[in-house]
């Protein structure tokens, strides 16, 4: 049962408008719904709360439904997206029914920090199928290492192998998709561990598409998968893995960062190794 205070903050959670309806999805989570004018259309705009050791969290806002010519269809719309989202789950956006335009992006995703006291007992503040960022940097040039919590302290991710190899052929290296104990997760791409250890974040997405279970059956399915063994920083890095894992369509939110691509093309030119390399820890 949703408090009267999730649905308040669910319904003004829109910019300049109010929530025209509110549910809970086939996966548990609250939702609102919003009508929006933006230019000469008129846009759908969803907002979720999520129920996580008996605290609620809120999703940013992202836009369903775009260029709808009157506020009469958008009323339908807003039907019509209601009903798909309580009855069914996505499973994968990148395969939304037809007229949805959910987008990922760096404003759509947050980074929630996960405090350096709880590393030693992770299953207190995450849930197997959370997607982790681990900060890591090259050459001064902030990156993550992106994988999926599996519970009991294990991670899902996916790294390439650096050898000689890579310096003479950067484009694709041998990968492989590993589930590893939390610290060889967070050390695998330290660059530093002077300041004690690496930062670690758990990936708020705007909404939940596939359940526990599911993200795991993807993240066992993709380990075994031969694409799967070989890596790419541009096309095929670890945050494509897990995004691919958490709600089925290939997004790296690194590489979605002009500046990041630039300094990867820099690391190539120079001959660097990063952002998903390693040497497996004793």
């Not at 809970?24 to 996580?52: C, D, M, N, P």
């Not at 996960?114 to 299953?123: A, Q, S, T």
């Not at 192998?161 to 997760?185: K, M």
Request: proline residues 3%.
């Amino acid at each position: 049962m949703w408090s009267a205070a999730v649905d308040e903050r669910l319904r003004y959670s829109f910019s300049g408008t109010t929530a025209c309806y509110l549910g809970t999805t086939a996966l548990g989570q609250r939702f609102a719904l919003a009508i929006t004018y933006k230019g000469k259309s008129y846009e759908i705009k969803l907002v979720t709360a999520t129920s996580r050791f008996s605290t609620y969290e809120f999703s940013e806002s992202v836009t369903v439904i775009r260029d709808i010519r009157d506020e009469c269809e958008a009323e339908k719309w807003v039907k019509s997206v209601s009903r798909r989202l309580e009855t069914c789950p996505l499973d994968s956006l990148a395969r939304q029914p037809k007229g949805w335009e959910i987008r990922i992006s760096r404003e759509a995703l947050r980074l929630e920090r996960v405090p350096n006291d709880k590393y030693g007992n992770l299953d207190k503040v995450l849930l197997p199928g959370d997607e982790l960022f681990v900060a890591c940097s090259q050459f001064g040039v902030r990156f993550y290492h992106s994988g999926v919590y599996a519970g009991n302290g294990l991670i899902f991710h996916f790294l390439s192998q650096a050898d000689e190899r890579a310096f003479s052929n950067f484009d694709y290296l041998p990968g492989e998709v590993l589930v590893s104990p939390l610290e060889e997760y967070l050390y695998c791409l330290a660059e530093d561990t002077k300041n004690g250890p690496p930062e670690l974040y758990r990936i708020v997405h705007p909404i939940t598409v596939r359940s526990s279970q599911s993200i795991m059956q993807e993240c066992e399915k993709l380990m075994n998968n031969e694409k799967f063994t070989s890596y790419n920083i541009t096309s095929r890095n670890c945050q494509h893995f897990s995004s691919l894992c958490t709600y089925g369509l290939a997004y790296s939110y690194d590489m979605s960062s002009s500046l990041k691509k630039s300094a990867c093309s820099l690391m190539k030119r120079f001959g660097g190794i990063f952002f998903g390399s390693y040497q497996r820890l004793s």
